[in-house]
């Protein structure tokens, strides 16, 4: 009885290990072990053949030399000139298949452009501007353009830019609605290039964006454009774009809420130029409200020391005239979580600049502080002949005043309810240890400036190796800008051509047609050295002429 069920699990055991083998050898595996593959897909045959004449098939197949994805096809996949019934994209294993369900148009030039749509499997790399060129004539349109895309403001080339056209007649009443029929993005140098083209007239831009969809519809967006209207009869090159973020025309709040310590934040969707905060309802809030806004003025945060409110009716001024009233709702029992927190006037390297007062920065508006629950050591002795005061310029800071010894130790204790805020919330035990700064670890850099035209103004920025700019000044003529007791590192020089004389760089408009203004970027990286003055001739060149 025994060996009949012996035979019986042996010979479905033996079917069992067959199709293991065939099925685990059906499936597709990402190869294990050996260098990543890096190797977009590549197209080995195409029926009918790339770049065919007097077109007349239905179907397009593309056969590729891995298995390969396709992402995002319907928002990827372009197709010039556009059809009003899109074709249908069908993946088996190797093979893109195209159905067309439109009828193509006679003696006309096609062009599909598959953008970032096909991606291998394994790795997910792009086949980037991959196209494929039919004609249903006996001719093959084969125009061009091509140029580059920089950044406005760091002047540096810009990669995955979608670059697109707009016949003339058809501009004003597609761009920022639809999405270009025909575009193609930037490589890694920021170049670009558009082939295939018909004779006309044109209008190109540059579009970079967080969430592509090749449509100009949000503020965070970089554009670029060109004023002048490209008559294509030849082949046109050297066209140069320059990416900005467009002011947007109306102002809004991109973000309202009261934060987890009860103070009420507002995110404008431009910067004011003199903004100002009213509390409305209750009136009896506005007097005793505390409101600050931001450097970049596109933030505000407004304090109450009373929060026995069910609702927040907020104006806010430009120039000392309304431009918006918002509403917030908040529950009359609605509890916040306050706890003090500090931020100290030292850099990355808790060094205190030479000549400077030691700033503390808390979270919240300060209500007072106990000069006797706050320690300073010097060496690990405590000192007492330092005063602390507040900054009258901003309600948060306090400024330790103290003859600083070069390369000594310093140690700052807050003691428990060493400080009150407005909602008489006191801290809790906090300190710091830090070291002042030697002088000779700082230098000086004067600036030698030449301008080209004495009628107009300039905007001189310094930037820090972190491209930040440290500081700003505006110059009419031939003139010297000093900075003293600068931290030693390198900087780099940039100059804003400042048309309407406002004392900064200001962005474009596309509908306007009113371009950015120029910035003129010092192709050398200055050096400061220890304990060293230096002198550097700026030669601002004559402005360029804006494409």
Not at 365 to 392: C, H, M, W
Not at 438 to 448: D, F, I, R
Not at 466 to 489: C, E, M, W
Request: proline share 5%; glycine share 4%.
């Amino acid at each position: 009885m025994l060996k009949p069920k012996s035979a019986f699990f042996g010979k479905n055991l033996f079917f069992l290990m067959v199709a293991l083998i065939v099925f685990g050898c059906a499936s597709i595996q990402k190869p294990m072990g050996g260098p990543r593959d890096l190797t977009p897909p590549k197209l080995l045959k195409a029926t009918p053949e790339n770049m065919t004449r007097n077109f007349s098939a239905k179907k397009i197949s593309l056969e590729f030399d891995e298995f390969f994805k396709l992402t995002n096809q319907y928002q990827e996949i372009s197709i010039s000139p556009a059809m009003e019934k899109m074709p249908e994209y069908n993946v088996n294993r190797k093979v893109l298949n195209i159905d067309f369900k439109d009828t193509l148009q006679k003696n006309t030039t096609y062009v599909i452009n598959f953008g970032k749509a096909i991606q291998d499997v394994n790795e997910s790399n792009v086949l980037t501007n991959f196209t494929y060129v039919f004609s249903t004539g006996p001719h093959i349109d084969s125009l061009s353009m091509s140029g580059s895309v920089t950044n406005s403001i760091t002047k540096e080339k810009e990669k995955d830019v979608t670059v697109m056209i707009f016949p003339l007649k058809q501009d004003s009443l597609l761009f920022g609605k639809k999405k270009p029929s025909i575009y193609t993005t930037t490589d890694s140098s920021g170049n670009f290039s558009l082939n295939n083209l018909h004779d006309g007239q044109y209008r190109i831009y540059a579009l970079k964006e967080p969430s592509p969809n090749k449509i100009f519809d949000n503020d965070r967006e970089l554009i670029a454009f060109s004023n002048r209207t490209i008559n294509l009869s030849k082949d046109t090159s050297d066209i140069k774009l320059a990416l900005f973020q467009q002011v947007p025309e109306k102002f809004r709040l991109s973000e309202k809420k009261f934060t987890p310590n009860g103070v009420f934040s507002m995110i404008f969707n431009k910067k004011l130029d003199n903004p100002s905060i009213k509390i409305v309802y209750p009136p009896a809030l506005d007097n005793q409200k505390i409101a600050e806004i931001s450097k970049t003025k596109d933030t505000a945060l407004v304090y109450m020391r009373n929060m026995d409110f069910d609702s927040l009716r907020v104006a806010i001024y430009d120039n000392n005239k309304p431009i918006d009233t918002v509403y917030q709702l908040k529950g009359k029992k609605e509890s916040f979580t306050r706890t003090l927190t500090f931020k100290y006037g030292i850099n990355r390297d808790n060094k205190l600049k030479p000549n400077t007062d030691f700033r503390i920065t808390t979270n919240l508006p300060i209500e007072s502080f106990e000069q006797g629950l706050i320690v300073l050591a010097e060496d690990s002795v405590n000192v007492t002949n330092y005063t602390i005061r507040k900054d009258t310029a901003s309600t948060r800071d306090l400024l330790i005043k103290y003859r600083w010894r070069p390369g000594s130790k310093y140690q700052l204790l807050l003691n428990e309810a060493a400080i009150t805020d407005i909602y008489n919330d006191k801290n809790k035990r906090a300190g710091v240890a830090f070291e002042a700064d030697k002088p000779e670890n700082y230098s000086m850099l004067t600036l030698k400036v030449s301008v080209p035209e004495a009628d107009k103004q300039y905007v001189i920025e310094l930037l820090d190796e972190q491209k930040n700019v440290v500081r700003t000044d505006v110059v009419t003529g031939n003139t010297s800008v000093i900075y003293r007791n600068f931290l030693t590192q390198k900087y780099k020089v940039r100059v804003v051509y400042d048309t309407n004389k406002n004392g900064r760089w200001d962005s474009g408009n596309v509908k306007r047609r009113l371009q950015p203004e120029n910035i003129w970027l010092y192709d050398k990286e200055i050096t400061l050295r220890p304990n060293w003055e230096a002198e550097e001739p700026i030669d601002i060149p004559k402005e360029p002429v804006t494409p």
